[in-house]
C-alpha cells in the first residue's frame, strides 16, 4: 500500500486546505483510508459528512435566496454537492497525493477515481465534525463550496425538460403536453420505449426513445422545447 505522507506534511495540507488543524489526527488519517487499504477505513466517516455536507449546504442556500422554494433549494444543493463536484474539488486540493490506498487500487488508479476522491472528502468533513463539532465542519463547507455558490446554474436551468415544457406552457395560459406511449420493444430486462410529446396549440410534436417510459418522456419533452420558438421557452 502507498504510504502517507509525514504527520506534519499532512497536517499542514490539511490547514492549507480546509483552515482546519485536528486536534485527533487519527481522525484525519482514517479520513484519507480506503477500505483496501485497511479495516480502519472512511466508509463510516464517509455516511457521516455527507449528512454533514447536505445539511451545511442546506442552510448556506437557505440564506442566500430568500425568494427560493424548496424544489429550487433542493435542486441547487443537488448541483452543489454531486458526486463530480466533489471529486473535482478534491482533486483540485491534492486528495490524490494523501489517499492511503491497497496495493491494488494503486495499480488501477484509484488515486485518480472520481468515487474514491469524492467519497474521501465527505468523510475528511465527518472527521472534522467529530473533532471539533458542527459549526466548525460547516465552517469548512462554506470555505470549500462557498466560491462555487455564484456559479450555480439558474434555477430554471436545473429543472428536467417535462417540468421546464410544463411552465412554459402554463406561463402563456396553453394547455398542457399529451404524452403517448407509441410501442415498447424487447426482453423485459431491456426494453425500449417509445414516446411521442404533442402540444396541438403550437402544432409541434417530437418522439423519442428510452430505457424507461419516464426517460422517453423527458428526452421527447427536451426535444420539443428545442423545436419551440426561443421566446417561448421561457417563462413569463
Same mark, same amino acid.
Given at each position: 500500500?502507498?504510504?502517507?505522507?509525514?504527520?506534519?506534511?499532512?497536517?499542514?495540507?490539511? %490547514? &492549507?486546505?480546509?483552515?482546519? +488543524?485536528?486536534?485527533?489526527? %487519527?481522525?484525519?488519517?482514517?479520513?484519507?483510508?480506503?477500505?483496501?487499504?485497511?479495516?480502519?477505513?472512511?466508509?463510516?466517516?464517509?455516511?457521516?459528512?455527507?449528512?454533514?455536507?447536505?445539511?451545511?449546504?442546506?442552510?448556506?442556500?437557505?440564506?442566500?435566496?430568500?425568494?427560493?422554494?424548496?424544489?429550487?433549494?433542493?435542486?441547487?444543493?443537488?448541483? !452543489?454537492?454531486?458526486? %463530480?463536484? !466533489?471529486?473535482?474539488?478534491?482533486?483540485?486540493?491534492?486528495?490524490?497525493?494523501?489517499?492511503?490506498?491497497?496495493?491494488?487500487?494503486?495499480?488501477?488508479?484509484?488515486?485518480?477515481?472520481?468515487?474514491?476522491?469524492?467519497?474521501?472528502?465527505?468523510?475528511?468533513?465527518?472527521?472534522?465534525?467529530?473533532?471539533?463539532?458542527?459549526?466548525?465542519?460547516?465552517?469548512?463547507?462554506?470555505?470549500?463550496?462557498?466560491?462555487?455558490?455564484?456559479?450555480?446554474?439558474? +434555477?430554471?436551468?436545473?429543472?428536467?425538460?417535462?417540468?421546464?415544457? $410544463?411552465? @412554459?406552457?402554463?406561463?402563456?395560459?396553453?394547455?398542457?403536453? +399529451?404524452?403517448?406511449?407509441?410501442? +415498447?420493444?424487447?426482453?423485459?430486462?431491456? $426494453?425500449?420505449?417509445?414516446?411521442?410529446? %404533442?402540444? @396541438? $396549440?403550437?402544432?409541434?410534436?417530437?418522439?423519442?426513445?428510452?430505457?424507461?417510459? &419516464?426517460? @422517453?418522456?423527458?428526452?421527447?419533452?427536451?426535444?420539443? !422545447?428545442?423545436?419551440?420558438?426561443?421566446?417561448?421557452?421561457?417563462?413569463?
Amino acid at each position: 500500500m502507498i504510504a502517507q505522507p509525514a504527520s506534519g506534511d499532512l497536517s499542514d495540507w490539511v %490547514e &492549507r486546505s480546509f483552515g482546519y +488543524v485536528f486536534s485527533q489526527p %487519527e481522525l484525519c488519517c482514517a479520513a484519507l483510508t480506503h477500505r483496501s487499504a485497511g479495516a480502519n477505513h472512511n466508509e463510516r466517516l464517509e455516511f457521516l459528512g455527507d449528512s454533514v455536507l447536505n445539511c451545511a449546504v442546506a442552510y448556506m442556500l437557505f440564506e442566500a435566496n430568500a425568494l427560493a422554494d424548496e424544489g429550487a433549494l433542493s435542486r441547487q444543493r443537488a448541483s !452543489l454537492v454531486s458526486g %463530480e463536484t !466533489l471529486a473535482q474539488i478534491a482533486s483540485e486540493l491534492g486528495f490524490g497525493e494523501h489517499l492511503l490506498l491497497g496495493a491494488g487500487e494503486l495499480r488501477s488508479g484509484g488515486f485518480r477515481r472520481a468515487s474514491i476522491l469524492a467519497d474521501a472528502l465527505e468523510a475528511m468533513l465527518g472527521a472534522i465534525f467529530l473533532d471539533a463539532g458542527f459549526d466548525t465542519a460547516a465552517g469548512v463547507v462554506r470555505r470549500i463550496l462557498g466560491p462555487r455558490m455564484s456559479d450555480l446554474p439558474a +434555477v430554471s436551468a436545473l429543472k428536467d425538460p417535462k417540468t421546464r415544457l $410544463q411552465e @412554459a406552457l402554463q406561463a402563456r395560459g396553453m394547455a398542457l403536453p +399529451v404524452y403517448t406511449l407509441i410501442a +415498447v420493444e424487447g426482453e423485459a430486462h431491456a $426494453q425500449t420505449f417509445t414516446v411521442n410529446c %404533442e402540444v @396541438a $396549440q403550437l402544432e409541434l410534436a417530437a418522439t423519442a426513445d428510452g430505457g424507461s417510459r &419516464r426517460r @422517453a418522456e423527458q428526452v421527447a419533452a427536451e426535444r420539443l !422545447l428545442a423545436l419551440m420558438p426561443v421566446g417561448l421557452r421561457r417563462q413569463s
